[in-house]
């Protein structure tokens, strides 16, 4: 599923990260099975089976694609993973249009189980257990390479663009919305 919600809530002690499902969802049931009750929280520390995986797309036209794909809904089919993994690669970071995973665990503290129902959505909880980076992550002149990430904003793909100073006197809608559109030859927004 492509998420529209998705935000650091803390980096330390650990670094935790919430988002959001509209219910009802065969992913937010995937991530329940994950951890059905009762599950002690270790049995999940360091055991990449019950991990699931945040990619952070780059805002090109490979990361649009990506989003727009997995933005359909429905069970996951074979050119789904032709998507996500090179042929003979392992699941990671492995497509283009991905520049950083996360692989998570479900947050579970004293007992919780890192999901909280709100209206007709479940927000998610989870712990940042590793973070891995795409093929395309490249470096100039010893830093990395600067990138944007995808933002879907007002019915199309944009990145985002730094403010580049923030005028007090000023409304910030006013200032602009820090975000850039360009559109590619198939439509799909992205540089």
């Not at 699941?91 to 919780?112: K, P, S, Y």
Request: net charge positive.
């Amino acid at each position: 599923m492509t998420l529209s919600s998705f935000t650091t809530l803390t980096l330390s002690p650990e670094p935790i990260i919430t988002f959001n499902i509209k219910r009802p969802s065969r992913t937010l049931d995937a991530l329940k099975a994950l951890y059905p009750v009762g599950l002690a929280s270790s049995s999940a520390k360091d055991n990449p089976d019950r991990w699931f995986h945040i990619h952070i797309l780059e805002s090109n036209t490979s990361g649009a694609q990506f989003a727009s794909h997995f933005s359909r809904g429905g069970p996951m089919l074979p050119e789904d993973h032709k998507l996500l993994y090179s042929p003979g690669a392992i699941a990671d970071v492995t497509a283009r249009g991905i520049r950083q995973t996360f692989h998570c665990e479900i947050l579970r503290n004293h007992g919780t189980s890192g999901f909280i129902d709100v209206g007709d959505h479940t927000l998610v909880f989870g712990k940042v257990m590793k973070i891995g980076f795409g093929k395309e992550v490249e470096k100039v002149k010893g830093r990395k390479k600067e990138w944007r990430g995808l933002c879907y904003m007002q019915g199309k793909y944009q990145m985002t663009m730094p403010m580049l100073h923030a005028d007090k006197k000023k409304d910030v809608t006013a200032q602009g919305n820090g975000v850039e559109s360009t559109v590619s030859d198939n439509g799909i927004e992205g540089k």
